[in-house]
């Protein structure tokens, strides 16, 4: 194993531990997507921002995963599109409210949002945190407290509130992303390299969908997860979800 690869293997190691262990909030959290899949609802989760798509990518049929995830992917922001165009649509301030209103988020108060964006401070993020409080919904946020607080108020990236994310959400996952993302230094390389917040929040998002499960669990609901479809009667086992959530769900 090169030095390179030990730094990221334990660096990475460190902020699951660090994530696993330093988030008070995880039981709350948890529970109240817990009390909103027990009522029928479903759990809108919203990447605004490039990268951070993909932890909303991760519980949309999923294995393992809960079945109510109503996964918003918006194409302003997907990678596919073009990845500086996505850089532009997440600074552009407004832009959120379209977004959940075509997919039709917090029609009714008490809905739940969770909102994955490991930096935390741009436009896109900050209004979709706003207009969750306006519509009466409950917000969960996957992000970097460390991160916010040390980037400086008049950043470009930045709302121009200066707002941050985990002070504006209801409930607080911290993703524990290191300042600048990538941590392992190469020799004769100037750019650090090995980024770290897509695997600070795949890993958040997972451990407060298992909390969830566990909170169902405790409620004596058995909860509506998926299987693998490419496990022998995959396909099979998942078809009542698929029919059941199909019209409810835009991309499933």
């Known amino acids: 194993m090169t030095k390179e690869t030990q730094k990221y293997l334990e660096t990475t190691s460190s902020l699951f531990q660090k994530i696993a262990t330093d988030n008070p909030q995880l039981e709350a959290a ?9 009522r029928g609802g479903l759990i809108h989760v919203i990447g605004p921002g490039g990268h951070s798509n993909i932890a909303v990518e991760e519980v949309l049929w999923r294995a393992g995963g809960l079945v109510p995830i109503n996964s918003i992917l918006d194409a302003g922001t997907n990678l596919i599109h073009g990845a500086k165009r996505s850089n532009y649509v997440e600074r552009t301030v407004g832009y959120a409210k379209q977004v959940l209103d075509s997919y039709r988020v917090g029609l009714e108060p008490g809905e739940v949002i969770v909102i994955v964006n490991a930096y935390g401070i741009n436009p896109m993020t900050i209004d979709t945190v706003e207009e969750a409080r306006k519509r009466k919904m409950k917000s969960i946020a996957i992000t970097s407290r460390s991160f916010a607080d040390a980037l400086a108020p008049d950043h470009p990236s930045r709302h121009p509130s200066g707002k941050n994310l985990y002070q504006e959400a209801d409930y607080f996952i911290n993703c524990h992303l290191p300042y600048g ?14 980024p770290t917040a897509t695997l ?30 490419n496990l022998p009667g995959g396909d099979a086992a998942n078809k009542a979800n698929e029919e059941a959530y199909m019209p409810r769900i835009k991309h499933l």
Do not use: T
Request: proline content about 4%; aromatic content about 4%.
């Open 181 to 194: 993302d990538a941590v392992v230094d190469v020799d004769g390389v100037s750019q650090r390299v090995g």
């Open 30 to 38: 948890g529970k109240v997507i817990a009390d909103e899949i027990a």
């Open 200 to 229: 600070c929040n795949v890993f958040s998002i997972n451990l407060l969908m298992i909390e969830a499960i566990r909170q169902l669990a405790l409620m004596g609901i058995d909860p509506p997860l998926w299987m693998s479809a």
